[in-house]
């Protein structure tokens, strides 16, 4: 797992928006896996400004998103399908038959889970896979005590995420207004993703991120199974960082890596 710690907001918007450029400009027809929420926010208006000012081409990329809360239909200005029409789809030029958030209104949402599981497969898989992190340690809704095997299907949300999800987008003290139930990818869909971004910014996040990334890997804090895939990223800010054991290192490995590739060009006779 590689730890980015960039000095602000801004910077980690700017980190993660140029790895999830540079995934485009490598293979224009990615499959992307996207997630909502507070953190991507600024990620997103950075992709928006690339696809404005660079043409940055979205036209053969998919795209999955991670979550949708289940009763609420696309047009509700809360829901995900909403958030990323806001937010990125309606910005850039991405095919719209080309992008998949889950469907909160699905009449059989088992059977809506396993078709979506297949429309992911069918697709190749997701290339590049975005999360943000709960409180808890959640990623995407896959609360504490999910199945790190876990596939789409539908979760109830913990107490502190329908708090959490109230304090940001429905307004404090709204927690009756949040949907209680999501249909979401489950931590085995995930870690089927080729790569893993987890960004995440603020004191708030920083006691989970020192246990998902320096912590065991359990259930009962889901992000942890970033460790055990292979190609996993991880940027965070200062603040979110505060508490790791060993930032020193990761900002050490983070500045060595130009000098790394000279080396790899040098073995390789470049
Ligand atoms: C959203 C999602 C969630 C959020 C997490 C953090 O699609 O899957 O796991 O990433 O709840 O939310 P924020 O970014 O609002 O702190």
């Known amino acids: 797992m ?3 710690i960039a000095k602000d907001r801004a910077e980690l918007a700017e980190v993660a928006a140029g790895i999830i450029r540079e995934q485009i400009l490598r293979k224009p027809n990615s499959v992307l896996g996207l997630a909502t929420g507070s953190t991507p926010e600024e990620t997103y208006a950075r992709l928006v400004k690339y696809h404005k000012e660079e043409g940055l081409d979205f036209s053969k990329i998919t795209t999955f998103n991670l979550d949708e809360y289940i009763g609420l239909p696309p047009s ?3 829901s995900y399908h909403y ?8 910005h850039v030029n991405v095919n719209p038959e080309n992008v998949h958030v889950p469907m909160g209104m699905a009449p059989d949402p088992a059977a809506f889970c396993e078709w979506y599981e297949d429309e992911m497969e069918k697709a190749g898989g997701v290339d590049l896979q975005l999360l943000g992190i709960g409180g808890d340690g959640h990623i995407a809704f896959n609360e504490p005590g999910s ?3 876990s596939r789409t299907r539908v979760k109830t949300l913990t107490e ?3 708090k959490d999800n109230a304090d940001l987008f429905f307004g404090k003290g709204q927690e009756h207004l949040v949907p209680k139930f999501a249909i979401t990818m489950g931590v ?7 790569k893993l ?3 995440a910014y603020g004191k708030r ?3 989970i991120v020192k246990k998902f990334v320096e912590g065991p890997v359990t259930s009962q804090v889901t992000a942890s199974a970033l460790q055990l895939h292979p190609d996993s990223i991880v940027v965070i800010d200062n603040e979110a960082a505060a508490e790791l054991e060993h930032k020193d290192y990761y900002k050490w490995v983070y500045s060595q890596k130009g000098e790394l590739q000279k080396v790899l060009d040098r073995l390789a006779g470049n």
């Not at 958030?83 to 309606?90: E, G």
Request: no cysteine; proline share 0%; glycine share 6%.
């Open 147 to 149: 199945s790190l095997a």
């Open 83 to 90: 958030f990323m029409a806001d937010r990125l789809f309606k």
């Open 205 to 207: 996040k920083a006691g």
């Open 76 to 78: 509700h200005d809360q």
């Open 2 to 4: 590689e730890v980015i």
């Open 188 to 194: 085995g869909t995930i870690l089927e993703a080729k």
């Open 197 to 199: 971004l987890l960004i």
């Open 160 to 162: 502190q995420t329908i």
